[in-house]
């Protein structure tokens, strides 16, 4: 499913989306290169209301430090006095979110969800600091959820979005309620190899898989309190298994996963080529758009919902199939893409893409992200780094550097996140995979590196051949571990 080489990028011209003037007013909309002046009033404290599946929707406002905080649920967003804004969950306020500007405010300091949809922080009343970069969204509403994301922005109506394949142009509409922006901090993904996905023989998958969804998660308990978003293939869905598939096991996880406020994502090819016969990571027959209605609806009719669909390798794809698709640049393989983004869409509004990649360097990572936003007309939800791999370290410092950077200088950026496996080449043994994936904790807390926002414990392997008990040489024993050494440092 993964293959073990980056060749170069190919470069284009980085688009450059956002900046907030220095000093600017809340309710300004920040877009200084088309001259919007800011309105005369400004939002008014926050007014929320109970919405669809327990969460809290907020329409335009102003929140400053001290004053009463958002709360939905167990839910908590409050502005702190160092100029942070911090989403907790009760029990034991444990942060799920937070915008990570402590110290840049002393005076005055507050968070205002403007008329145009950006949520922008301010010091002095009136200096911003820093913002979501979601302008041009009117009428946006900030959404709190008890599953993630936690914490989003979206829209209220229809939006039209030009979307091109293979130089055709055509006018789409995004549905009503799509995220512009998610909260993508502290959330932890589970991605095992299930037993029924058809991965030949080689890979017969962990044949406990369905024990993960036993009521009180016998086996993983540690675990379970810290995952939040299970991964899983597109081999596990009955148009891939020629209809005869049943549905039943995916209906099991689905119920379980929205019991216990768990997102669902996908892993999947999101490349589509005018030559069907072109395999690679990236795509698969039926790819793309086609094959992300399939799984959409199979979901749909099951009661379920996706968050999250994870891009497997694109640019992989795009470096050593794109004269056989054709793509020309990076810029062709991005509007290929938006395509499948917009196929779930249709479907999931609230859904969000991001991409899983190995090997990028700190520019590349930045052109790639700059035309995946130009032509979907959203930023990545996160950016998964299939790391520890031969090399790999050298440019970790670059590539986060560049997704903080992704929306502007005071943009809030691309969450990072890192696949933890045993590496390349993967251990061959439950005790051996186990192994070298602890030792690679090891090894990324090493660089002194900021924390992953997101942690991905998957395989793809033969290894880990059991996800439980959390206590064996398992990936859920994996799990603990990560956490156990963040707790020590």
């Known amino acids: 499913m993964k293959h073990f080489k980056f060749a170069a990028v190919v470069k284009l011209a980085v688009f450059i989306f956002c900046c907030i003037p220095p000093g600017g007013a809340p309710g300004a909309a920040l877009r200084l290169a088309q001259g919007q002046a800011a309105p005369t009033s400004t939002p008014p404290s926050p007014a929320c209301s109970p919405s669809a599946g327990d969460s809290t929707t907020c329409s335009s406002f102003n929140l400053a430090a001290g004053a009463s905080p958002i709360t939905s649920n167990n839910l908590t967003l409050s502005m702190e006095a160092n100029g942070n804004l911090v989403l907790h969950r009760s029990p034991g306020k444990l942060v799920l979110w937070e915008s990570n500007t402590a110290g840049s405010c002393a005076d005055k300091c507050m968070a205002a969800l403007q008329p145009d949809g950006n949520l922008v922080l301010y010091k002095n009343g009136s200096t911003a600091y820093w913002n979501t970069a979601t302008y041009g969204n009117p009428g946006a509403v900030l959404v709190l959820s008890p599953a993630p994301p936690y914490l989003s922005i979206r829209t209220t109506t229809p939006k039209l979005q030009p979307f091109v394949q293979f130089g055709k142009t055509t006018q789409q509409s995004y549905r009503a309620g799509q995220v512009v922006w998610g909260a993508g901090q502290n959330l932890n993904w589970l991605a095992p190899v299930d037993p029924f996905g058809g991965y030949g023989a080689a890979r017969p998958g962990a044949p406990d898989f369905m024990q993960l969804f036993q009521e009180g998660a016998p086996g993983w308990q540690v675990a379970f309190s810290h995952i939040n978003v299970v991964k899983l293939y597109t081999q596990n869905f009955q148009y891939f298994q020629g209809k005869v ?245």
């Open 245 to 489: 598939h049943s549905p039943e096991n995916l209906r099991t996880i689905i119920e379980f996963l929205k019991a216990h406020h768990i997102a669902l994502a996908i892993e999947a090819e999101p490349v589509t080529c005018i030559n069907q016969t072109v395999k690679g990571e990236g795509v698969g027959i039926p790819s793309g758009p086609a094959q992300a209605t399939e799984i959409a609806l199979e979901v749909q009719s099951l009661g379920g919902t996706l968050a999250y669909a994870a891009m497997d390798e694109p640019v992989d794809f795009y470096n050593n199939h794109a004269a056989s698709c054709p793509l020309k640049s990076l810029s062709d393989l991005a509007e290929n893409v938006a395509n499948f983004y917009a196929a779930y869409q249709a479907v999931f509004p609230a859904i969000q893409v991001g991409d899983v990649e190995f090997g990028m360097t700190g520019p590349q990572m930045a052109e790639w992200a700059a035309a995946y936003r130009h032509a979907a007309g959203v930023s990545f939800a996160f950016f998964h780094d299939d790391a520890f791999q031969p090399g790999w370290g050298t440019n970790t410092a670059a590539v986060q550097a560049a997704l903080k950077g992704a929306e502007g200088e005071k943009g809030a950026g691309i969450p990072y996140g890192l696949i933890r496996n045993s590496g390349q080449p993967p251990g061959t043994t439950d005790t051996l995979w186990v192994s070298k994936a602890k030792r690679n904790v090891d090894f990324y807390n090493s660089l002194r590196v900021p924390a992953p926002a997101q942690n991905i414990f998957q395989t793809w392997e033969p290894f880990p051949t059991r996800v439980l008990p959390e206590t064996g040489d398992t990936l859920t024993n994996v799990v603990n571990y990560v956490f156990k050494s963040q707790k020590l440092q």
